[in-house]
């Protein structure tokens, strides 16, 4: 079983160009669209999380559960559903903005347990930024790596959420310790200033960077350096291309019974190129598609 821990909300995306086109809503976050991601890529998943009970958090819950995610660890609050107004350019990048005041998966607290089978746990994105949440997901996070749970991060930057941009730089390396695969982009890199060495160094057994349609690259504790080139793809979108990867990694690894550091250190670099060839994949399927709608496992091929 993979956990996701993390938000869940709603992607209002421009529906035609121009800046007051119609928003069509997407179920979104992070977290959100890797469980997913995962579910359709049929490794056994649970999703961890704080989702109101308005209608946005009812489709939130209805799209776990189509995806064939388990939703036993999901609390439930009234307060309403968090959203992200998506911009996306000519080149199908997305930015975007967020109404996150008094929403439901702001309140969310560690619990005392989770599901049984649990053998990694995903973290990332808004639920570490937002307080009070994120410092639960922190301390979810720490209890998780000293009990020997795979962990894996994808930070997924958000800066206009980040208030003090320092004070979540030094949060971020004193979270690499309890980390054990560190996966971001090249922009989430040049904003936190560091390199994959120095944060090898911290405490991930990998990081791995992605670089749009230049590809993936993942850099081991031994000194490795794995890359391949992005699947060429007519882009949609980019909403959901980089939780696709986040799924596609863990459920290769899951596969391949290496989620954990020996289960890093043995793929070697055949094992690494595969993982990696699989991960753009299906990345660039989520790009074919407007929103974050990632691949099921007939769509991406056998890993």
Not at 104 to 123: C, I, K, M, N
Not at 179 to 197: I, N
Not at 267 to 285: H, P, Q, S, T, V
């Amino acid at each position: 079983m993979i956990v996701v821990a993390g938000e869940a909300l709603i992607d209002l995306v421009p529906s035609e160009p121009g800046a007051l086109a119609a928003l069509d809503p997407r179920r979104g976050g992070g977290p959100y669209n890797t469980a997913v991601a995962l579910g359709r890529l049929g490794s056994p998943t649970a999703f961890c999380s704080r989702v109101s009970s308005d209608a946005f958090g009812e489709s939130l819950l209805g799209g776990l559960l189509d995806a064939g995610v388990e939703v036993s660890s999901v609390q439930r609050g009234t307060e309403p559903t968090s959203l992200a107004v998506a911009a996306v350019g000519e080149d199908g990048s997305a930015r975007y903005s967020f109404y996150v005041e008094g929403t439901a998966d702001r309140l969310f607290g560690a619990p005392a347990r989770l599901p049984d089978g649990t053998r990694a746990v995903s973290f990332g994105t808004c639920s570490l930024v937002l307080e009070p949440g994120a410092s639960a997901y922190e301390e979810l996070m720490r209890t998780l790596s000293r009990q020997g749970v795979f962990t894996a991060l994808d930070p997924n930057i958000r800066p206009v959420l980040i208030p003090d941009a320092d004070a979540y730089r030094a949060r971020f390396l004193r979270w690499l310790p309890s980390v054990s695969l560190l996966k971001l982009s090249e922009e989430d890199a040049r904003w936190l200033g560091g390199t994959p060495r120095e944060w090898l160094a911290a405490g991930p057994s990998a990081v791995v960077v992605t670089n749009g349609a230049e590809g993936l690259t993942a850099h081991t504790r031994d000194g490795g350096v794995h890359s391949v080139p992005g699947e060429q793809v007519d882009v949609v979108d980019t909403i959901g291309a980089g939780d696709t990867v986040n799924a596609a990694l863990l459920h290769g690894l899951a596969a391949r019974d290496a989620l954990s550091a020996d289960g890093l250190a043995g793929l070697g670099a055949d094992g690494w190129e595969e993982l990696l060839r699989f991960a753009a994949r299906a990345a660039a399927i989520t790009c074919s598609r407007a929103g974050a709608e990632p691949p099921y496992a007939d769509e991406v091929g056998p890993f």
